[in-house]
């Protein structure tokens, strides 16, 4: 499986930027698909999740409200829209996917990942 991201950028505070991560390759493998990032310094964490059907979601609290997680599994592609953004969400972005149908928020518990998209939120 491999994944493609993009859709990264620069933006002010408060404006908004939506991710798109296609995958391609042995996609029926696939079971929870989502978004990780990590900043400079920091490792990484998780920020959100969707099951295979899209029918569980799941956020990190520090975008509850302001990113939505969704999925086309026809296009074999799931989006992170963010909204509101806020400096303090500077961070390259990577999507994810894994094999394993356990609903999971580890980061080690993914194991395809995409090249990851840098998000810049300016003050």
């Known amino acids: 499986v491999q994944l493609q991201a993009s859709g990264g950028g620069l933006v002010q505070a408060g404006g908004s930027l939506r991710l798109s991560c296609a995958a391609s390759?042995?996609?029926?493998?696939?079971?929870?698909m989502g978004w990780f990032r990590q900043a400079p310094g920091k490792e990484r964490e998780f920020v959100a999740v969707?099951?295979?059907?899209?029918?569980?979601?799941q956020y990190a609290d520090s975008v509850k409200g302001r990113f939505t997680i969704s999925r086309e599994n026809a296009k074999n592609t799931q989006y992170l829209q963010m909204n509101s953004l806020k400096p303090e969400d500077t961070a390259v972005y990577y999507c994810?996917?894994?094999?394993?149908?356990?609903?999971?928020?580890?980061?080690?518990?993914?194991?395809?990942w995409g090249q990851g998209t840098q998000v810049t939120v300016s003050s």
């Open positions: 969707v099951s295979w059907m899209g029918g569980r979601v």
């Open positions: 390759g042995r996609t029926l493998r696939i079971y929870d």
């Open positions: 994810a996917a894994r094999s394993d149908p356990l609903h999971s928020t580890a980061v080690q518990t993914y194991n395809y």
